[in-house]
């Protein structure tokens, strides 16, 4: 079975533009769950997805959103980039029964703003 | 407010010893652990877990020991291969308090296996 994957691999864009990631989950996972990995520091959450419901949302400006599809595929949107916003962004899928679940990353999408 | 550390950013072991890394949280309502291994340009790749109902939990080479009072956990790796040479992050969950499955990561530990 195919694990999460993400696409693009790597993305590189300047101050201010818009960019958009994408992920898709183990097949039978309903949860998604999107967050940011900065050089030397773990993974920090920004949003987690459940049955296209936002179930928990981080410490993140507006400028992050996210959405899930009916196919449970998620896409995070970030606007108004900022150099800051450089990173690894790491999708993890699950069932979403919220039981103690283990989450299951993805690859990510390595970042960089010009 | 570091929740979640791992106060030791490097190991160094010997191929066939024993590796522990070592984990510290602060937030009470963690209950539930997990350890996590990555190896550059990939993604976190899931190794084993611990519910706060358990003091241990083993699978094949890997043991996670919590000790719920000092809010500490480790990671035991027996016996070390040059494979095992990655980084290696806990996370803690309290899906019950808060009412998603946010992971909280230390900012790992760099784990080196010495031929």
């Known amino acids: 079975d195919a694990g999460v994957t993400q696409s693009p691999t790597h993305l590189i864009k300047t101050r201010g533009q818009h960019v958009t990631l994408r992920c898709s989950p183990i097949s039978g996972h309903k949860s998604v769950s999107w967050y940011q990995q900065v050089l030397g520091q773990g993974p920090q959450f920004i949003f987690q997805y459940y049955e296209k419901e936002e179930r928990g949302r981080g410490n993140f400006p507006d400028r992050f959103s996210a959405r899930q599809f009916p196919n449970y595929s998620s896409e995070l949107n970030v606007n108004a980039l900022l150099l800051g916003d450089s990173a690894l962004y790491l999708c993890?899928?699950?069932w979403g029964t919220g039981e103690q679940e283990t989450q299951y990353f993805g690859p990510g999408t390595r970042l960089l703003v010009l | 407010d570091q929740q979640v550390k791992q106060n030791s950013p490097s190991l160094s072991v010997q191929e066939g010893r024993i590796s522990i890394l070592n984990c510290d949280y602060t937030n009470s309502m963690f209950d539930y652990f997990l350890w996590y291994k990555k190896y550059p340009a990939e993604g976190p790749t899931f190794l084993i877990s611990i519910s706060s109902i358990k003091d241990k939990n083993e699978d094949g080479r890997f043991t996670v020991f919590l000790n719920k009072s000092a809010k500490h956990l480790s990671l035991h790796i027996v016996p070390s291969q040059p494979g095992d040479s990655a980084v290696y992050f806990c996370a803690a969950s309290a899906w019950a308090n808060f009412g998603n499955e946010k992971l909280t990561f230390g900012t790992g530990t760099r784990l080196t296996i010495i031929p």
């Open positions: 993890a899928s699950s």
